[in-house]
């Protein structure tokens, strides 16, 4: 066993009994207030940090706080507008199935409407076909009545029209019926009956201006130049001469003496020539030719023979019944018969075999 040498032991034992050096003593105080000031830095930076970050943690609080408020008022919101919404869709799907009940009801209702209009009411080619026949009769009576040419091709036109829309190849037959027939009307030559009507109705309306023959008056003959140093004696001479030449007077006439009138007479004279012309005129409507030429010349008889030929309304007025006198009427009118009947025989297949498809409901 080793032992241990007491003089090392003594020597430690001297050390710790000297007393230890200022210089060294100084340096140890130094080091220590430093360590001291640096833990009291650390301690305060750590207070600063503890007393930031709490400030902001608080302040993050708050504000999660506020946003967590206004999230909860939000949702309530929503809450409750999805309640109104869920209300107001009930409500709706209620209105919605209450509108598609009378929505089927209404169909129904309309589908038997249609039925019922279809059993009763006749169908649309059937309402234009009998159209098309009272147009067709009616331009027949215009012909056949008062020969109005224009009137039945009008109607013609407007029948033909009609059968065209229709779009059926049915009625192919009648349309060429109305296309002979318009043939016809277009060849029948033209009389303004309207025009000759109102020369007529002036003529009638001039009959009391125009001057018989009996009133006829020669012009005076032009005065005689007077000298003006002509004595009284011979002046008066003159006057007398001119007043014996008035009471005869010597004519000599290229034409025969015109008949005497008295004025009773040329009242029936007047009477009579007007009811001449309103002959002609009557005549002229119902499309006579014989009657309506023989009361034109009988009243230019009456105007050459009773009333004065000199005078220019009288010159027109023979004139005006010249023109008539030579117009040439439209002999025997066509009829349209055939356009009728076409139209009567399409109507008859077209009642026999009735439309009777029922709608499609929507």
Same mark, same amino acid.
């Given at each position: 066993m080793q032992t241990i040498s007491p003089e090392p032991e003594r020597d430690l034992q001297a050390a710790r009994a000297e007393p230890p050096n200022p210089a060294a003593r100084r340096g140890g105080g130094f080091a220590l207030r430093a360590l001291w000031l640096v833990v009291i830095l650390a301690l305060l930076a750590g207070g600063y940090a503890w007393y930031e970050q709490r400030s902001a943690t608080q302040s993050l609080q708050s504000d999660v706080a506020q946003r967590l408020q206004a999230a909860d008022a939000a949702v309530a919101q929503a809450r409750a507008r999805e309640s109104d919404l869920a209300n107001a869709l009930r409500e709706a799907q209620a209105k919605l199935a209450l509108l598609e009940a009378r929505t089927s009801e209404f169909q129904s209702q309309q589908a038997s409407l249609e039925a019922l209009y279809r059993d009763l009411a006749p169908s649309r080619d059937e309402l234009a076909l009998s159209e098309v026949e009272q147009i067709l009769v009616l331009a027949s009576q215009q012909l056949v009545l008062g020969g109005n040419v224009q009137a039945a091709l009008a109607g013609l036109q407007v029948a033909d029209a009609k059968l065209a829309r229709l779009d059926r190849p049915q009625v192919a037959t009648a349309r060429r019926a109305l296309a002979r027939d318009m043939d016809r009307l277009k060849a029948v030559p033209y009389v303004?009956? *309207?025009?000759?009507?109102?020369?007529?109705?002036?003529?009638?309306?001039?009959?009391?201006?125009?001057?018989?023959?009996?009133? /006829?008056?020669?012009?005076? $003959? $032009?005065?005689? *130049?007077?000298?003006?140093?002509?004595?009284? !004696?011979? @002046?008066?001479? @003159?006057?007398? !001469?001119?007043?014996? @030449?008035?009471?005869? #007077?010597? /004519?000599?006439?290229? #034409?025969?003496?015109?008949?005497?009138?008295? $004025?009773?007479?040329?009242?029936?004279?007047? /009477?009579?020539?007007r009811l001449r012309l309103l002959a002609a005129r009557l005549a002229l409507l119902a499309r006579d030719e014989r009657s309506f030429k023989a009361d034109i010349q009988a009243a230019s008889a009456w105007l050459r023979q009773y009333f004065d030929l000199q005078s220019k309304p009288v010159q027109a007025a023979l004139a005006t019944l010249a023109q008539h006198a030579a117009l040439a009427m439209p002999g025997e009118m066509p009829d349209l018969a055939a356009s009728i009947d076409a139209v009567r025989m399409l109507k008859a297949v077209a009642d026999r075999v009735p439309d009777h498809a029922p709608a499609r409901a929507k």
């Open positions: 303004d009956v *309207a025009g000759i009507s109102i020369k007529l109705d002036q003529l009638i309306a001039a009959v009391d201006t125009l001057p018989l023959a009996k009133d /006829e008056r020669l012009p005076a $003959p $032009p005065p005689a *130049a007077i000298p003006a140093d002509e004595p009284a !004696w011979v @002046r008066f001479l @003159r006057d007398v !001469w001119n007043d014996l @030449r008035g009471v005869i #007077r010597i /004519e000599v006439a290229d #034409r025969p003496a015109a008949p005497l009138v008295t $004025p009773q007479q040329s009242f029936f004279l007047r /009477e009579n020539l």
